[in-house]
């Protein structure tokens, strides 16, 4: 039973929380529930809990991050397009984090901030279309370092100056600024990772696992190898765009 309207310890949790992780527009309360929005991320997130000690529920109303957010949905009744419950404090900051970071980047968050950046910048000689490519590049990265939690998924390194936003599909290739900012067309990889599959020495199979070309010796296979700790956590869009990446990058001899 959701505690309706929230008492002060609730109220005050939920504030927090929201504050903590990117929601800071306040909303209404009801039925229990607070509702809190972004300035930079997209749909609303919900809170209520049971009582003071929890559980402590979320609700969100954006399909992208509904589709994407991986954690197993509540029966519990309530706002939004899908409900999750949490035991404890630690484990709903957890999860509004992971909201917040596929908020601010689905579906089309990235475009949007490029559009509004570039949109006074002149793009009539090479060098200024290079600034602009700049700017979209910088965007890309960013969205990619707050999707992928600022880390390596396939290393597990976090050092922000050995991480690289690795296109699947290359900036040069893309049809659209749709693509070219799209993240799910983009891995974060550290640095060697991304240099060999950029250079079409190595791709991922669709279940996230790295596959080396067979010109690379058996000595460098083992030294890349030895460095992976989990496969890349890939979902359809992600599959899509690396199946173009080994149809026309990767090196098959």
């Known amino acids: ?8 310890i609730v109220a005050t949790e939920c504030q927090k929380a929201t504050w903590q992780n990117g ?5 209404e309360e009801s039925a229990g529930w607070s509702r809190w929005g972004s ?22 109303d954006h399909a992208g991050v509904a589709a994407e957010l991986g954690l197993t949905q509540s029966a519990l009744p309530g706002p939004g397009l899908a409900r999750y419950s949490f035991p404890t404090l630690t484990k709903l900051y957890d999860a509004l984090s992971r909201v917040y970071a596929l908020a ?4 089309d968050g990235p475009l949007e901030a490029f559009v509004a950046e570039i949109a006074s910048l002149p793009r009539n000689t090479e060098a200024e279309r290079l600034v602009v490519q700049r700017v979209g590049q910088n965007i890309f990265r960013d969205r990619l370092l707050t999707y992928w ?4 998924p396939l290393t597990g390194i976090t050092e ?10 290359p900036w040069a290739d893309c049809e659209t600024d749709a693509d070219r900012l799209n993240v ?14 950029d250079k079409g020495l190595a791709t991922f199979n669709d279940d996230g696992n790295p596959v080396l070309s067979k010109r690379l010796e058996p000595a460098t296979c083992a030294f890349l190898n030895h460095g992976v700790v989990a496969r890349l956590p890939l979902n359809d869009q992600h599959r899509l765009w690396l199946s173009w990446h080994r149809d026309h990058v990767f090196d098959k001899p």
Not at 184 to 197: E, K, P, R
């Open 1 to 8: 039973m959701i505690e309706s309207p929230q008492g002060y």
């Open 104 to 107: 601010v980047t689905l579906p």
């Open 160 to 169: 922000p100056a050995l991480l690289r936003a690795s296109h699947i599909k």
């Open 39 to 60: 300035t930079t991320a997209k749909g609303s997130v919900f809170l209520a809990a049971t009582g003071p000690q929890g559980p402590w529920h979320i609700a969100i």
């Open 184 to 197: 799910h067309n983009g891995l974060l990889l550290s640095a060697l990772w991304d240099a060999a599959f």
């Open 149 to 152: 939690g600022g880390r390596c």
């Open 23 to 27: 929601y800071r527009r306040k909303f």
